[in-house]
């Protein structure tokens, strides 16, 4: 399984854009890379999940390099309330996803 | 509402007692998880079923028992209660079907203390 290793914290201004890299050297050739969010007291929440390239969607972007050992979680525009954990993940599909490797994830606070 | 309930969101016991985490979702999604999180560090799998009465352990399985009689709960059972497992716990749940990964949907947690 590919170990994932991500900033232990990050800090940001209101408005600006963040952008969280995380490294999975080991990356194999099904595994898929997945980011959730946690607020304190609160369970992860899903954000985005992508394969290569560029993904986007209403919240975030993930872009992937064409050799897949790393991953960068873009949040444009942060506010106060994109404050949280987010935690990088790989796993290969239905079958061993239960496996999902949860690291201490990037505390990302983010200023007035 | 749909969506991944657990109960009771917070709770107290005593070393030695036994205790029941409850965990229900209402979108018949065929996997289903219990994750610990320890102050400060990452989710860590207990167990995980994958179907009604299929369980099978994770990563922190010991001092724990599951069950899943029904496709929509998955109680996770503390038998003798210990300090080492006061923590947050956290019930998940995953739809099956579809060709990619299918991202694992969180209940908001029990905070369990073990005095």
């Known amino acids: 399984l590919a170990k994932t290793t991500q900033p232990i914290s990050m800090d940001s201004y209101e408005g600006q854009e963040v952008n969280i890299t995380c490294s999975h050297n080991n990356i194999a050739t099904n595994d898929y890379i997945t980011w959730y969010q946690q607020f304190p007291s609160q369970g992860p929440r899903f954000i985005i999940q992508?394969?290569?390239t560029k993904v986007t969607n209403e919240v975030a972007s993930l872009f992937i390099p064409a050799d897949r050992k790393s991953s960068t979680l873009s949040l444009p525009r942060v506010s106060l309330s994109d404050t949280a954990v987010y935690y990088c993940?790989?796993?290969?599909?239905?079958?061993?996803?239960?496996?999902?490797?949860f690291g201490s994830g990037t505390r990302l606070l983010v200023r007035p | 509402d749909a969506g991944i309930t657990q109960s009771p969101r917070y709770k107290i016991t005593e070393t030695g007692r036994q205790v029941t985490l409850m965990c229900h979702q209402t979108?018949?999604?065929?996997?289903m998880f219990w994750y610990r999180q320890d102050l400060g560090h990452g989710l860590r799998l207990i167990y995980y079923?994958?179907?009604?009465?299929?369980?099978d352990k994770g990563e922190v399985p010991d001092g724990y028992v599951v069950s899943r009689s029904k496709t929509e709960n998955f109680p996770l059972t503390l038998e003798s209660a210990t300090r080492s497992q006061t923590s947050v716990y956290f019930c998940a749940s995953r739809d099956r079907t579809g060709a990619s990964n299918q991202p694992q949907h969180f209940g908001d947690g029990t905070r369990l203390s073990i005095l």
């Open positions: 079923s994958a179907a009604a009465d299929i369980t």
């Open positions: 993940l790989v796993g290969d599909g239905m079958d061993s996803s239960y496996k999902l490797i």
């Open positions: 992508g394969y290569k």
């Open positions: 979108w018949s999604h065929s996997y």
